[in-house]
């Protein structure tokens, strides 16, 4: 795994189906300061909420994980008993097994490369609607301004347009496999180009096979041949007077700085 990457597997652990994380957190905390208001604020719970929590998982064990001293010369406190230290060094142990197993599964992952990036893709957190994944096709560099052109799988090209700067930070490269990221709100839709034709350098057509009606705009998909959908945002009163419907001939225009790229690191 590369630096920074994020794991491709996680779990989580539960005792019972309720004793998560959390709860053995608060029993970590009482073990260590010996002081249910101390543990419960390291913890996440309100001091009534740790009482309550701490009752419910006596009652599934069926005996007390914690006892009260009162007064004395170190004025009392809240201790865990045996049977709470014991399940604590139990969860602590089982968290180190499966902190291993996870480890095994992810080195496992990482050996089938096609579905390692399938799923590193799919971790990856963008608010834009459309990513395509392709090769970089070509790299055309200026002195202010780079052009790159990805080839998507079914055949179509997306050209990019970035700053020289930003193409040598990310190592762009003929070959290489790229992500491009297209907002919904930079699509447009045309359906009929009247004789004209536009500047923008993208310009994908497909068949509408999409069409999520909303309170002010719609959600468009635009299948490709290959398969992939470009989505884009239209307002209603558009989707109207385009008569925008399932099965009608489509192209999706945007422009190269309207595209973001995304390159393995």
Partial sequence: MNPGDHPLLQGELRLAGRLDGRFFD?????????????????????????????????????????????????????????????????W?????????????????????PGLTALLRRMSMKTTARNQFLGRIAGVNPGPATTTVRVALDGGQEITASLTTLAAQELQVQTGKEALALVKSSEVVLVTDFGGYKLSARNQLAGTVSRVQRG??????????????????????????????????????VFKAHAVMLAVRG
């Avoid at 097994?97 to 089938?112: I, K, P």
Wanted: glycine letters at 14%.
């Fill in 92 to 112: 602590r142990g089982l968290q180190s097994r499966l902190a291993a197993f996870l480890g095994e599964q992810e080195a496992w992952l990482n050996e089938q």
């Fill in 215 to 252: 309170a002010v705009s719609s959600l468009i998909g635009v299948t490709l041949p290959g398969g992939a959908v470009v989505t884009a945002s239209v307002t209603n009163d558009a989707v109207d007077a385009l008569g925008l419907a399932a099965g009608q001939q489509a192209t999706a």
């Fill in 26 to 90: 608060l029993l970590a905390a009482l073990a260590l300061t010996g002081s249910l208001q101390k543990a419960a604020r390291a913890a996440g719970y309100s001091y009534k909420g740790a009482w309550l929590v701490l009752d419910a998982a006596g009652a599934l064990t069926h005996s007390p994980l914690v006892e009260t001293a009162t007064g004395g010369r170190g004025g009392g406190g809240t201790q865990l008993t045996a049977e709470g230290q014991a399940l604590l060094v139990a």
